[in-house]
C-alpha cells in the first residue's frame, strides 16, 4: 500500500491506496481543476458546495458516457448480428 500527497483546491491530502501514484496523482488534478472551474463560474467561495457541484459534474460526465456506450454497444451487437446473417445465408447458399 502506497501513500500519495496531493493538494485540491488548496488543500493537502495522504491518499493511501493501493493504485499507481501516478494515477492517483492524475485524479487529483482533475478533481482539483473542476473544482476551480467550478468555483470560477459560480462565484462560489464554499468549498463544501464547490466540491458537491464539482461531483454532480463528474457524476453528469460518467452517466453521459456510460449512456453512450450502452447505445454504441447496442449498435455494435446488432451490425455483429448482421453479419452473423449474412454468413449464415452464403453458407446455406453454398452448402
Not at 457541484?53 to 450502452?70: K, V, Y
Amino acid at each position: 500500500m502506497s501513500i500519495t500527497r496531493v493538494e485540491i483546491f488548496g488543500q493537502s491530502y495522504q491518499i493511501r491506496g493501493e493504485l499507481d501514484e501516478a494515477y492517483v496523482a492524475d485524479l487529483a488534478r482533475q478533481v482539483d481543476a473542476k473544482m476551480r472551474a467550478v468555483a470560477e463560474a459560480t462565484g462560489l467561495v464554499d468549498t463544501q458546495r464547490i466540491a458537491v457541484l464539482a461531483a454532480l459534474a463528474f457524476a453528469d460526465e460518467l452517466l453521459t458516457l456510460r449512456q453512450r456506450q450502452q447505445q454504441l454497444e447496442g449498435e455494435l451487437r446488432d451490425r455483429a448480428e448482421r453479419c452473423i446473417n449474412l454468413v449464415d445465408r452464403a453458407l446455406e447458399k453454398s452448402a
